[in-house]
């Protein structure tokens, strides 16, 4: 059987009368029909991807018939530039650079998107093409004379710095560092322009358009980096910037624009060895933020104060080595810090939210800081920070209901603090600030429960920090939280189980609380609202407390049984806790106690259902996944028992969750953690196991059958009287698995099919390798491999290249000839691969395993492998992204036996970062 990927055909050179229907179906503003829209979207796809697409974008914009046609023809030149601008001849780069500037001019006062494309593409162009090093001058020079062009100057300009960076754009690490340089040589130039503008904005007609230009041009060079930084700390635009946000009389677009070059500024500040004298300017006038903030916070503006406190942090990000290494002088100002925690304060937490990152790189370098001096300067910081984030974490009107965060936001917002409280503690110290919130959950009643939820919220993430030694404040806690009460809010008390759970290793520890604790929990457990909440609190005390539980094991049988309601995820979580507390229990009474627990899922099993099932095998999976006893290979399994019982009703919902991938695996996992905990004492079941994996397989091709399959060969090859069957299963799957992978696109579009079946492929090498390597499908096996060395998923193509390295080494190891032919046959098609895949083919970090492997694959086969290789460097560019010296050095540690694989495959990585 060979493998035969599907080629794409190519498209003819399209008429433009077609293309502009095609068009005018398109933008149609859903007046044309399903069908046809997608026919036309399709067509107008194929035709970007061709080489037609060059001159017919040109042809379109400068026809000028139609907002929808010159958007199409913008956005065309643009994507055509930034991915495919090999296709263009260098003779034609010129003719290009000439029509866009054109294209520009004439479109000046047209639509932004469709400007800001046009802005792109001649930005892409100057990047790739080498030929033009005088792009700003050359942009200036023509575009500057008429305030009229301004606009069209300055999005050139601002994108120009922006795409350097873009990893979308190709252009290899040598040009980007090349281009980066060209442009921070002419950035006078930009700022000399700048200061011009804005000097001038009345000669424009367009004051408020141009002024933003002007600012986002700005920030777009100070990100840039290496500039003069005397220049534009001492420009006019810097002061004018802050003008506009300390003062309300612009318009909010001006007020975000001057926002966001701020921030730009901040972020070059960073390296304060250029940039000081930015640094020097801007740390004073960010101190005078406080009236502005004052002014906000009164106002109740949640846009300005969040505003401010962005600029604020960004800032305080940038000098964050100031401020902890000389915090309060120069520019370790503190006013920064003082200033984010007044903002920070305002009633909406997403004001707050802006700042967390601060307070995370903060408490980081305080923590680490080497006089305690500076500790002790932030300590008052941090707790006034604790009252705040507290006050922050209540719940607001909108959450009356358990499980009603309408604003998932928020949700988001409480986790980031529950991780930020960590932070505070390694600053203050874990008792402070224990002590602190304890005193505050005794002093609020439950009436208050906004505040006390949130105190407990605030507080679980940290109280197992406390040593054991501090049980008296975690009773304190307890107290509180075992003592809530029917009418208490629902919110409360399910904070309250929680901190609970977050107890359990003092609650196992003390024979006096744990009664009262599993008291409460049960009397809890009843009401539905608070069911699933005390499962995991329940789960919680048995991991910990496993051998202590076995008195109560009655109870926990008898929660399982009741618990249909509750999560799933809960549910079985609770039952594979409960599983490893029966571990406990002498041997012989272990099997009745599990087929008790599995009792609601195989009553259930027994009148199958396909909404059901699932739920049910997940519950049974736990079990087999949770059983940690000790069983010597004479005695009895507890399990067997269980699995003799739900064997048939497993392979029944086989066929009844066939048509889901998802319900599949779930049935498929199930069967096997419960091989891999019985296996070895039911070889029976193999013969009706293959045959329903292999109807199933043929069926829907699930690529978790594959999986199930590696573990049936793990499992059941030392059994001699199994191999031809074990055999056969391989066989049978083997042709759907070839038909899914060489359909076009197919290994691309299959990855969990590629992982499933190599690490199948894999398994049977590493049992049956004789057997497989002299079958008839080992040629095909290779052949789909070879393919996978470029495939950019990391487990697909690990499993890929494991398999054919299992091959190698038995040519290496053990002298087989056989693989040996068969990987000669593919030799050369390998090294291609790889090399293709260094050269740019797929990103560095999918490189290791295929470089290695290649590597290996030269130095067994000598100097036959070395010929494959030297060919192989010939398809390697050289001069636009690496030197002929870079391609012999390449050369030299691939075919090396003294290189070390670590050098190697950083060096490989480096080669292909030429190409990114």
Request: proline letters at 3%.
């Amino acid at each position: 059987m060979r493998f035969n990927p599907q080629s794409m055909a190519t498209i003819e050179k399209p008429q433009l009368d077609q293309v502009y229907a095609a068009l005018t179906i398109l933008y149609s503003s859903g007046s044309a029909e399903k069908s046809a829209t997608e026919k036309a979207s399709n067509y107008l796809v194929q035709i970007q991807q061709s080489v037609w697409a060059w001159e017919l974008a040109d042809t379109l914009l400068s026809q000028n018939k139609s907002r929808g046609s010159n958007h199409y023809a913008s956005t065309t030149l643009r994507n055509k530039i930034q991915r495919e601008f090999r296709e263009l001849p260098t003779e034609s780069h010129g003719s290009l650079r000439q029509s866009l500037m054109q294209h520009l001019v004439k479109f000046r006062d047209g639509e932004t998107v469709l400007l800001t494309q046009l802005s792109l593409a001649l930005a892409d162009l100057a990047l790739q093409m080498g030929s033009w090093t005088t792009v700003v001058s050359d942009l200036v020079s023509q575009l500057s004379t008429d305030p009229k062009l301004w606009n069209v100057l300055l999005e050139c300009l601002t994108v120009l710095p922006e795409e350097v960076g873009s990893r979308h754009l190709k252009l290899g690490a040598a040009r980007r560092e090349e281009v980066t340089s060209q442009l921070q040589q002419h950035s006078a130039t930009v700022f000399a322009f700048l200061e011009f503008a804005i000097d001038n904005l009345a000669a424009t007609g367009t004051q408020d358009i141009t002024l933003n230009h002007v600012f986002k041009c700005w920030g777009s060079w100070l990100f840039l980096g290496e500039f003069d930084a005397k220049l534009v700390a001492h420009g006019r635009i810097l002061p004018r910037i802050f003008d506009i946000i300390t003062t309300s009389n612009h318009s909010h677009k001006c007020y975000e624009t001057a926002s966001d070059a701020i921030c730009s500024a901040t972020y070059a500040m960073e390296d304060l060895h250029l940039n000081r004298e930015l640094a020097n300017q801007l740390v004073p006038r960010l101190s005078n933020f406080h009236q502005p903030l004052v002014k906000a916070l009164k106002d109740e503006d949640a846009d300005v104060v969040k505003n401010i406190v962005r600029i604020l942090t960004e800032a305080g990000e940038s000098l964050i080595s100031q401020l902890t290494t000389t915090p309060g002088k120069d520019l370790g100002d503190l006013t920064i810090v003082s200033l984010v925690l007044m903002g920070i304060k305002y009633p909406d937490y997403s004001v707050a939210e802006v700042s967390l990152n601060f307070w995370f790189q903060l408490a980081e370098h305080v923590y680490r800081a080497p006089h305690q001096e500076v500790v002790e300067t932030f300590k008052p910081v941090y707790m006034e920070l604790l009252t705040v984030i507290v006050k922050l974490c209540e719940m607001g009107p909108e959450c009356e209901e358990v499980g009603s965060f309408e604003d998932e936001d928020f949700h988001d917002f409480r986790e980031k603090c529950w991780d930020l409280m960590k932070e505070i503690v390694f600053v203050v110290g874990i008792v402070p600030v224990i002590s602190s919130l304890v005193t505050e959950v005794e002093a609020t009643p439950n009436e208050n429960w906004k505040k006390l939820e949130s105190l407990l919220f605030c507080s679980s993430t940290i109280v197992k920090v406390l040593d054991m030694t501090d049980k008296q404040i975690v009773y304190r806690y307890l107290h509180k939280c075992l003592n809530t009460t029917e009418t208490c809010h629902m919110h409360l008390r399910v904070s309250a189980i929680k901190f609970t759970g977050e107890c359990s290793e003092w609650i196992v520890a003390d024979t006096h609380i744990l009664p009262a604790a599993l008291a409460k929990i049960l009397e809890e457990i009843r009401v539905p609202t608070l069911s699933s909440h005390c499962m995991v609190t329940l789960d919680k005390l048995c991991q910990l407390g496993g051998q202590q539980l076995q008195t109560h094991l009655e109870v926990l049988l008898e929660i399982v049984q009741h618990c249909a309601d509750v999560p799933l995820a809960t549910q079985a979580n609770f039952i594979q806790t409960v599983t490893g507390v029966i571990c406990y229990k002498p041997l012989p009474e272990q099997s009745a106690l599990l087929l008790r627990l599995a009792n609601r899922p195989l009553s259930s099993l027994g009148v199958p259902s396909e909404k059901s099932v699932v739920k049910d095998v997940d519950c049974i999976s736990s079990m087999f996944r949770g059983y940690k006893g000790d069983v010597a290979d004479t005695d009895h399994h507890p399990l067997l028992d269980l699995f003799r019982k739900v064997w048939p009703h497993l392979l029944t919902s086989m066929t009844l969750c066939a048509r889901s991938v998802n319900d599949t695996e779930r049935v498929c996992r199930c069967i096997r953690y419960a091989l891999r905990t019985v296996g070895q004492r039911v070889p029976d079941v193999l013969e009706s196991l293959a045959a329903g994996l292999i109807q199933l397989y043929n069926l829907q091709a699930h690529s978790c059958v594959l999986y199930l399959s590696s573990v049936i060969v793990d499992e059941f090859s030392s059994h001699a009287a199994l191999t031809d069957g074990l055999l056969g299963l391989f066989s049978a799957m083997g042709p759907k698995t070839f038909e899914i992978l060489s359909a076009q696109h197919g290994l691309e579009r299959n990855p969990d099919t590629v992982d499933d079946f190599f690490r199948l492929c894999c398994r049977y090498m590493q049992h049956l390798g004789p057997r497989i390597v002299s079958s008839g499908i080992m040629d095909t096996l290779i052949e789909i491999g070879t393919m996978c060395l470029t495939l950019q998923n990391k487990e697909a193509q690990g499993s890929a290249v494991k398999f054919l390295d299992m091959v190698l080494q038995r040519t290496a190891q053990e002298g087989c000839e056989t693989s040996k032919e068969l990987l000669r046959r593919r030799g050369q098609q390998i090294c291609n691969n790889v090399v293709l895949g260094i050269s740019g083919g797929i990103p560095g970090v999918f490189l290791k395993d295929p470089v290695i492997f290649l590597h290996d694959l030269v130095v067994v086969f000598g100097e036959e492998g070395t010929t494959w290789l030297r060919y192989s460097m010939g398809t390697i560019p050289i001069g636009v992204y690496v030197t002929q010296n870079q391609v012999e050095e390449l050369y030299s540690k691939l075919s090396s036996t003294q290189v070390q694989t670590f050098d190697l495959v950083i060096f490989c990585k480096e080669i292909n970062r030429c190409f990114s």
